[in-house]
């Protein structure tokens, strides 16, 4: 089946420093995939909507300067977490749907990225 | 408006049956999503509901009313494995997803 692969699942960072995560749909072909963060024991929040050659949309409340998403390819979405502080560690997750299943094709979620943040 | 809503918790015994249910209100519908989520980990697809009904897949179906804003996950002959938390979704008229908090479903032997 499909599969969206995602990575770093971990990461440390010092505080100040910028980190990038890659999502990647490794049999599919993505138009859009999606951005979460999750704290613990909380829903998924969607943070931003990736579209392919153009700009990432953003929900309210979602620094676009702070996460930046580029969606160079079909297969390729990063989001960069610039310049980060404790407050930012948490578990990020992307997500692709499936243009074969049309817009309402199952969703398909990488691994994770859990970040932290010293 | 559009809100979505399921139980925090829910604990139930090996090789029983649970049902865990969600609510949702909103003016346009393309369908409703079962994920699981094990702790630590990216949730996983269960099922898709868009028409009324039942649909069952192995040990799992999922239950939709549309006219009742409603569904329900069901879980037969559950195992310890099925230990998670099981997130409801629907999609909204612009193709995006609403989340609900999660269920964390507690297997007991």
């Known amino acids: 089946g499909a599969v969206v692969s995602q990575h770093p699942s971990r990461v440390i960072c010092k505080s100040g420093t910028s980190v990038k995560i890659e999502c990647r749909s490794l049999?599919?072909?993505?138009?859009?995939m999606f951005w979460y963060r999750q704290f613990p024991k909380q829903s998924l929040m969607l943070m931003a909507t990736?579209?392919?050659?153009?700009?990432?949309?953003?929900e309210q409340g979602v620094e676009k300067d702070k996460f930046l998403i580029n969606h160079a390819s079909l297969t390729l979405s990063t989001l960069t977490v610039t310049s980060a502080h404790p407050e930012d560690s948490s578990f990020y997750i992307c997500s692709a749907r499936n243009l074969g299943g049309g817009e309402t094709g199952e969703l398909f979620f990488g691994e994770g990225s859990r970040l932290t943040v010293l | 408006g559009q809100n979505i809503d399921q139980p925090t918790e829910m604990t139930a015994t090996e090789g029983a049956i649970v049902q865990i249910n969600c609510t949702y209100q909103t003016s346009g519908f393309n369908g409703l999503f079962w994920y699981q989520q094990h702790a630590g980990e990216a949730p996983t697809f269960l099922s898709y509901?868009?028409l009324d009904g039942l649909e069952e897949k192995g040990r799992f179906s999922s239950f939709l009313s549309r006219s009742k804003g409603y569904s329900y996950l069901l879980l037969k002959e559950l195992q310890m494995k099925d230990s998670a938390s099981y997130l409801c979704?629907?999609?909204?008229?612009?193709?995006?997803?609403?989340w609900g908090a999660g269920t964390k479903l507690i297997i007991k032997p």
């Open positions: 049999d599919f072909q993505a138009t859009t």
């Open positions: 979704a629907f999609m909204d008229s612009n193709y995006q997803l609403i």
């Open positions: 990736s579209n392919e050659g153009s700009k990432a949309t953003y």
């Open positions: 509901n868009v």
